[in-house]
């Protein structure tokens, strides 16, 4: 059975170098004020609702009950949360530079779930190792407990290129757990899985990924988001939603000067 990790303090700057190296992952506790929460969950719930239709529309639904994938552009609190992206300073000193978003989804965790979450898996195609290519970020929306099930994690797999037999991952992973607002930060190489849910209701999680700015996010930010919305982000937010990381489409785009550049020279 899985090793149960509950809420520490947040580390030491040296030690969330040794334990992002070693273990893979940290987890923040109260990393987000409570005030938000309730607003993240409604806005999350509507979402989910939406895109599920689209999910069965498409014939797709089958295996992804409770996830739902890119919701930004809605002028919520979900779009807030990348106004004032928690955690910031951290994750770029996991990359020892800058970082865009390549994902914003969410798993809503509903009991007996059968979604492709709960297997373990990595979130990342190719196994890099030492080449901190990107990172996953998840904001627990509900508290996390051993009945609804936490997050499996296997402290150290982003060292080990094999994946894990399943019984060995059930074995030897810890179940981390938490309060709402409490936010886990683990390289997207890591073997993980939610846990299953034994409860009576859903257990929301917010999951985001990062990555270098030279990777391709899983959707087109700059297209994605609704005409207009460019001009009221803030500086943090054009630079996570890869306003400063696209491809020149034009040689009139390319010959510009340096703050009219698609990729930013300090995008490093």
Do not use: C
Request: aromatic share 10%; no cysteine.
């Amino acid at each position: 059975m899985p090793t149960d990790t509950a809420p520490s303090g947040a580390p030491a700057p040296e030690d969330f170098d040794f334990l992002m190296a070693t273990r893979g992952w940290i987890l923040f506790p109260g990393a987000l004020a409570g005030g938000e929460l309730a607003a993240m969950r409604a806005d999350l719930d509507d979402l989910y609702d939406r895109g599920r239709e689209l999910q069965a529309r498409n014939g797709v639904a089958a295996n992804m009950e409770g996830t739902a994938h890119h919701l930004v552009g809605n002028d919520n609190s979900l779009d807030r949360l990348v106004d004032d992206f928690p955690l910031y300073d951290w994750v770029e000193r996991f990359f020892a530079g800058k970082f865009i978003l390549l994902s914003f989804g969410a798993s809503l965790n509903p009991p007996g779930s059968k979604a492709y979450v709960a297997r373990p898996h990595r979130d990342v195609r190719q196994f890099t190792r030492d080449v901190r290519t990107s990172l996953n970020m998840l904001v627990m929306l509900d508290d996390f407990t051993p009945a609804t099930g936490g997050t499996l994690i296997l402290s150290g797999s982003h060292l080990v290129e094999a994946m894990p037999p399943t019984d060995m991952f059930l074995r030897l992973a810890e179940r981390v757990t938490g309060k709402a607002g409490d936010v886990i930060l683990f390289d997207s190489q890591t073997v993980h899985s939610a846990g299953e849910n034994r409860g009576d209701a859903r257990r929301r999680a917010l999951t985001l990924t990062m990555g270098r700015p030279w990777l391709k996010p899983q959707i087109d930010f700059p297209r994605f988001l609704p005409p207009g919305q460019e001009g009221r982000l803030s500086p943090k937010a054009r630079q996570l939603f890869g306003f400063d990381a696209r491809v020149a489409t034009s040689l009139d785009e390319y010959y510009q000067p340096p703050e009219r550049w698609t990729f930013k020279a300090d995008q490093k």
